[in-house]
């Protein structure tokens, strides 16, 4: 009996690569507007370099691509480039066809929700509050609350333990093979992964299931539950 889903947040709530992609271009045109001189698709690319290797959260890669292009540090490129990047992920930030509604429907059949994520508690919430999802979860666990990564168990039993669930009662949603299913399976949830999510073309995710499309939780659980669609 299937008693609470944990979901991922980027890339299974929201399509997080998209998001970021378009962000990104957003704050390079700020700077090029305000009078970097720069070739935007060079800068792109260093951006992306940056994140790969210090985190796709790393706060400060505007700071950093504005002082090797520019030679030195200057407030207003930086100023230019968080409007531009802040404007056009608040655009761009949109949950997967089919999550709103699925979730209702979870929640109206009495099962609890929760998110654990990798990413620094504040820009979940302000994901979370973006998307109006803030209020449909009974717990949400990021780094910043059990400070360890996926797939630690740390983080997926601090979100059991917040439901007052045990692990063969849940099932963790997510599109990331060696952190999320990996993470879950090793406690002893069942897993389900995030096909439509996954950016890395994960040939063996190791999951107990797989879903195309988010709404096809909602069978996953029917079946389990033995109830009729």
Do not use: C
């Given at each position: 009996?299937?008693?609470?889903?944990?979901?991922?947040?980027?890339?299974?709530?929201?399509?997080?690569?998209?998001?970021?992609?378009?962000?990104?271009?957003?704050?390079?045109?700020?700077?090029?507007?305000?009078?970097?001189?720069?070739?935007?698709?060079?800068?792109?690319?260093?951006?992306?370099?940056?994140?790969?290797?210090?985190?796709?959260?790393?706060?400060?890669?505007?700071?950093?691509?504005?002082?090797?292009?520019?030679?030195?540090?200057?407030?207003?490129?930086?100023?230019?480039?968080?409007?531009?990047?802040?404007k056009s992920r608040e655009?761009?930030?949109?949950?997967?066809?089919?999550?709103?509604?699925?979730?209702?429907?979870?929640?109206?059949?009495?099962?609890?929700?929760?998110?654990?994520?990798?990413?620094?508690?504040?820009?979940?919430?302000?994901?979370?509050?973006?998307?109006?999802?803030?209020?449909?979860?009974?717990?949400?666990?990021?780094?910043?609350?059990?400070?360890?990564?996926?797939?630690?168990?740390?983080?997926?039993?601090l979100a059991l333990d917040?439901?007052?669930?045990?692990?063969?009662?849940?099932?963790?949603?997510?599109?990331?093979?060696?952190?999320?299913?990996t993470g879950a399976k090793?406690?002893?949830?069942?897993?389900?992964?995030?096909?439509?999510?996954?950016?890395?073309?994960?040939?063996?995710?190791?999951?107990?299931?797989?879903?195309?499309?988010?709404?096809?939780?909602?069978?996953?659980?029917?079946?389990?539950?033995?109830?009729?669609?």
């Open positions: 009996m299937i008693r609470a889903i944990i979901l991922d947040l980027d890339n299974t709530l929201v399509d997080f690569s998209l998001l970021k992609r378009q962000a990104v271009r957003g704050g390079i045109t700020g700077m090029l507007e305000a009078g970097l001189k720069a070739d935007p698709e060079e800068v792109y690319r260093r951006i992306f370099e940056i994140y790969e290797a210090k985190g796709w959260e790393y706060q400060t890669v505007f700071d950093d691509v504005i002082a090797e292009f520019h030679g030195s540090h200057n407030y207003k490129y930086l100023a230019a480039a968080i409007t531009g990047y802040k655009a761009s930030l949109t949950p997967y066809p089919g999550v709103y509604a699925s979730l209702i429907t979870l929640i109206k059949q009495g099962i609890k929700l929760a998110v654990v994520s990798d990413a620094p508690g504040r820009e979940a919430w302000l994901r979370l509050y973006q998307l109006n999802f803030h209020h449909l979860f009974d717990a949400v666990v990021t780094y910043s609350d059990s400070m360890e990564l996926k797939p630690s168990p740390k983080p997926f039993q917040k439901l007052e669930v045990r692990p063969e009662e849940s099932m963790m949603v997510g599109d990331w093979a060696e952190r999320d299913m090793n406690i002893g949830m069942l897993t389900v992964f995030a096909r439509y999510g996954d950016i890395f073309d994960t040939k063996d995710h190791g999951a107990d299931y797989e879903i195309s499309a988010f709404d096809g939780i909602l069978d996953i659980v029917r079946n389990l539950n033995g109830e009729k669609a």
